[in-house]
């Protein structure tokens, strides 16, 4: 079990929302959490994350615009089904 601490929060459009990285899509070799814009805290994180997966390469991308609408990377790595096309 991972229990990682919730070391900050930021403010995006007036609301405050905690930095929680355990948002996460482990793929082969990498791993990749949502980031906040703050340097300090998702730099932190990274680090943090780069201990739990030794030997992945951990990519912390920019998502707080989705985080304030109630998604992260899962929401964003999710299965889309096809789209049937009727020939």
């Keep these: 079990m991972i229990r990682d601490p919730i070391a900050t ?7 405050a929302y905690d ?7 482990i793929g082969n070799g990498y791993v990749i959490t949502t980031g906040f814009g703050n ?5 932190a994180a990274k680090a943090r994350l780069e201990s739990y997966f030794p030997g992945r390469e ?11 609408a109630g998604g ?8 889309m089904p096809a789209i049937a096309v009727n020939d």
């Design 9 to 15: 929060s930021v403010e995006y459009r007036g609301e």
């Design 39 to 43: 340097q300090k805290a998702d730099s």
């Design 58 to 68: 951990v990519y912390v991308i920019d998502m707080i615009e989705s985080w304030a």
């Design 19 to 25: 930095t929680n990285y355990l948002n996460w899509l």
């Design 72 to 79: 992260g990377v899962h929401c964003h790595t999710n299965d």
